[in-house]
């Protein structure tokens, strides 16, 4: 079993939609959680992260942790075709600081 | 001024050779990580390094071996290059702490080996 599963894709919603993206994790000691954009080519960049249950908005951003049911969630509000790209979930465990991620979910906006 | 830098870019070198990818981070942090992407996009932790412990992947094969001269740096050497090897690897930074930890990545280097 992967540490971290995401549906790689890929996801096409319309330009103004919500796009939701969805990880799961194995490991039920994970604290910390983390959404990055991975553009064509790029280097990781990160969007948001997470440590407690519930909702954590940032702008047209929003993250969710389930940490009964091991999930987390990410919700694009007002996509726009700039948001097209990779969307990578990771999980940290604190123990040995390791970092496990997820093979990513590609977006497309469509103008 | 770049937070998180790798040189080179780009590598393209022959299976047997041995090889190095320098990474340099200016933003104080406590731990350094390598990780390597493979054509599929999946993102694998190789290494991470702070001044008190180095956490080996016991996936990554002993040819791979990560070199700290300090805080700032962590090098990656790789003996006897192999196909498989090709991929592009990224250095990553982060501090260490409760809640965030999360990490800044260089801008990767595109190792091709033929």
């Known amino acids: 079993q992967k540490e971290v599963e995401q549906n790689s894709g890929p996801l096409s919603v319309p330009e103004g939609a919500i796009a939701s993206l969805n990880c799961t994790y194995s490991d039920r000691g994970s604290q910390s959680f983390f959404w990055y954009r991975q553009y064509s080519g790029k280097s990781p960049e990160l969007i948001m992260f997470i440590y407690s249950n519930g909702d954590k908005e940032d702008g047209r951003f929003t993250a969710q942790l389930n940490k009964a049911s091991q999930y987390v969630s990410l919700l694009i509000r007002d996509s726009q075709p700039s948001d097209s790209a990779t969307y990578l979930c990771a999980v940290n465990r604190v123990t040995g600081n390791q970092f496990y991620f997820g093979t990513g979910t590609s977006l497309t906006v469509i103008p | ?114």
Not at chain 2, 4 to 17: E, I, R
Not at chain 2, 34 to 48: G, T
Not at chain 2, 60 to 69: D, E, G, Y
């Open chain 2, 1 to 114: 001024d770049t937070a998180v830098s790798q040189t080179p870019k780009y590598l393209v070198t022959q299976m047997g050779n041995d090889k190095s990818i320098k990474c340099e981070q200016n933003l104080g942090h406590d731990t350094m990580y390598w990780y390597k992407q493979d054509s599929k996009k999946f993102l694998k932790i190789m290494f991470s390094y702070n001044n008190k412990e180095l956490i080996i992947n016991e996936t990554v094969p002993n040819r791979f071996s990560p070199k700290s001269p300090d805080k700032a740096h962590l090098n990656l050497h790789i003996n006897s290059l192999e196909l498989g090897d090709s991929a592009v690897y990224f250095c990553a930074s982060s501090q260490v702490g409760w809640g965030g930890y999360e990490q800044y990545f260089g801008p990767g280097t595109r190792l091709t080996v033929t």
